[in-house]
């Protein structure tokens, strides 16, 4: 399957100049979402992940699917103060602005295999802060999950040496 039939780009969405990719669309489709999910599963399977992360908010739909299929627990990453407990802080650049992410310091620790999930691939901003995130806590990355990679932008080049899989890549 074509996931990339199933997403639609909206053009000047949050700002002019941007083409948002909206992922809704893949969502209200059955068979699309759960071929997605199924294609995660068979990757991580096997794989030592002892926590899925997802990181707010596209990334809590597909990690807690994943995470529920793996049988091993979901732990959000969420916008600076939607955390109740204490919380690991990172702020971070977006390719329109800035923002700040949290981790519940109790969350992941010593001995945790985390994975990783994200919509979406841009600049790197966001996923470079989650890994910090669940370094501080005393966690490992085991690999990182992004539905779409925009490969044009080389947000990869922040994360080096971490496993990172897309299944559509956009030039």
Do not use: C
């Not at 068979?31 to 707010?56: L, N, W």
């Not at 919380?87 to 985390?114: C, N, P, Q, W």
């Amino acid at each position: 399957m074509n996931f990339l039939d199933h997403i639609r780009t909206i053009p000047d969405f949050p700002k002019p100049g941007i083409q948002f990719k909206d992922i809704t669309t893949l969502l209200k489709h059955p068979e699309a979402f759960s071929a997605v999910i199924d294609r995660m599963v068979e990757r991580y399977k096997g794989a030592g992940i002892t926590q899925v992360m997802g990181v707010e908010s596209r990334g809590f739909i597909f990690g807690s699917a994943l995470a529920t299929r793996l049988k091993v627990g979901f732990v959000p990453i969420r916008k600076a103060g939607k955390l109740p407990g204490e919380t690991f802080r990172k702020s971070y650049a977006l390719e329109y602005g800035e923002a700040t992410i949290e981790l519940h310091k109790d969350a992941v620790g010593k001995g945790d295999r985390v994975l990783i999930v994200d919509d979406l691939l841009a600049t790197g901003g966001t996923l470079e802060a989650s890994v910090s995130l669940v370094r501080e806590a005393g966690a490992e990355v085991a690999a990182i999950w992004i539905l779409i990679e925009l490969g044009f932008l080389n947000g990869r080049k922040v994360l080096p040496g971490i496993q990172v899989d897309s299944e559509l890549v956009v030039d």
